[in-house]
C-alpha cells in the first residue's frame, strides 16, 4: 500500500536543546536542525499521517488516525474469496484491474456528504496499491495490502523530551501515555491552559489530561460535518472550525460549556489566525477578521 504523510515538521526546544520534529509514515523522527542528522525516532504511529505535531506542558503531542473513519474503513475490505467471487469474471483465480467495476468502492467518513471531494475511494485503486504494478492480484497480494491497511488505524501520544545524549530508538521510553481512541483524521489538536482539545468529524470535542492522557471530557457540539481546520485558542476560549461553515467557541474548562456559534454559511478548511485583538477566518469566498468592541 502506497504511503504518504501531510503532517507539518515542527522545531521543538527543550532543556537547552532544539529537535526538529516530522512525523513520517509510522514513524516520529528527530533531525539536528543544524546540519540534519537524525538523532532518534519513535515507532508506532499510521503510515498516513495528516495532523500536524502539537507542543505544550512539556510534551510533543503526535499521531494520527490514517485517513477516514477508522471503524468504518476497516469493515469495508472483503477477504480474498470474497473478491474473487464478486470480481473473477474469467475464473482464472486472480482478480484483474478492469474485471472491478469502476463504481466499487467506499465511503471513508460516516460524518460527511458521499458526494464530498475525497470521500468515496475506488476498489479498483485499491486493488491498483496491492497489485503494485501487475495488471493483476493473487491472495498474497491482498493479504499484504489487508496488513498494511489495518495498520493505518488511529495512534496518538505524548511524547516525553529526551535528554541531549538520547539517539535511536526510544520508543520503549519516551511516551508518556499513548491512545487508540478519540483521535482525529486532520485537525492538529491544540494544548491550551493546562488541557489538550481535540475535535473529530461530526462535532466531537475531546479534552485529555496532557500528562496523563486521561479524558477529561468527551462530548459533542451542535455542528456536524467533517472538520479540516486545527482549533486555535485565545483568551480561555477554545475555537472549532466546521468544513460546513460553523465557528464554535467554548470554554476553556473540564467540561463542554458553549459560549458561542458562528454559522457563517460558508465552507471552511482553512485554520483560524489570531492576531493581536482580532481573529481571522477564511472560507472558500471570504476574508473575515472579527475585531473585540
Not at 482553512?270 to 493581536?276: D, H, S
Request: glycine letters at 10%; proline letters at 6%; a negative charge.
Amino acid at each position: 500500500m502506497a504511503s504518504a504523510g501531510w503532517s507539518t515538521p515542527v522545531l521543538w526546544n527543550h532543556d537547552q536543546t532544539r529537535d526538529l520534529l516530522a512525523l513520517g509514515s509510522g514513524r516520529l523522527i528527530a533531525y539536528d536542525p543544524k546540519d540534519g542528522a537524525e538523532r532518534w525516532s519513535i515507532l508506532g504511529f499510521p503510515v498516513n499521517p495528516i495532523m500536524s505535531i502539537a507542543l505544550g506542558d512539556g510534551h510533543a503531542f503526535v499521531g494520527g488516525s490514517g485517513s477516514g473513519d477508522p471503524g468504518d474503513r476497516l469493515g469495508q475490505i472483503d477477504d480474498f474469496a470474497t473478491m474473487l467471487q464478486k470480481y473473477d469474471t474469467n475464473h482464472d483465480g486472480r482478480i484483474a484491474l478492469d474485471e472491478i467495476p469502476s463504481d466499487a468502492g467506499f465511503y471513508l467518513r460516516k460524518e460527511v456528504a458521499k458526494d464530498a471531494s475525497g470521500n468515496f475511494v475506488s476498489l479498483r485503486w485499491l486493488a491498483g496499491q496491492a497489485a503494485r504494478g501487475k495488471q493483476s492480484l493473487g491472495p498474497l497480494d491482498w493479504r499484504l495490502f489487508q496488513l498494511a491497511f489495518n495498520a493505518t488505524g488511529p495512534a496518538y501520544a505524548a511524547i516525553r523530551p529526551p535528554g541531549a545524549s538520547d539517539h535511536g530508538d526510544l520508543t520503549e521510553t519516551n511516551i508518556a501515555w499513548k491512545t487508540n481512541r478519540n483521535v482525529p483524521e486532520i485537525p492538529t489538536p491544540i494544548s491550551y491552559a493546562g488541557r489538550l482539545y481535540a475535535v473529530r468529524d461530526g462535532g466531537r470535542v475531546v479534552c485529555f489530561a496532557p500528562k496523563t492522557g486521561e479524558v477529561i471530557f468527551h462530548d459533542r457540539i451542535d455542528a456536524p460535518g467533517q472538520y479540516v481546520a486545527s482549533p486555535v485558542s485565545a483568551d480561555g476560549r477554545v475555537y472549532l472550525t466546521s468544513e460546513p461553515g460553523t465557528v464554535t467557541v467554548i470554554k476553556a474548562s473540564d467540561k463542554l460549556e458553549v459560549l458561542a456559534v458562528n454559522d457563517l454559511k460558508e465552507r471552511m478548511v482553512a485554520t483560524p489566525a489570531i492576531a493581536g485583538n482580532a481573529i481571522y477566518v477564511r472560507t472558500d469566498k471570504t476574508l473575515f477578521a472579527f475585531t473585540a468592541p
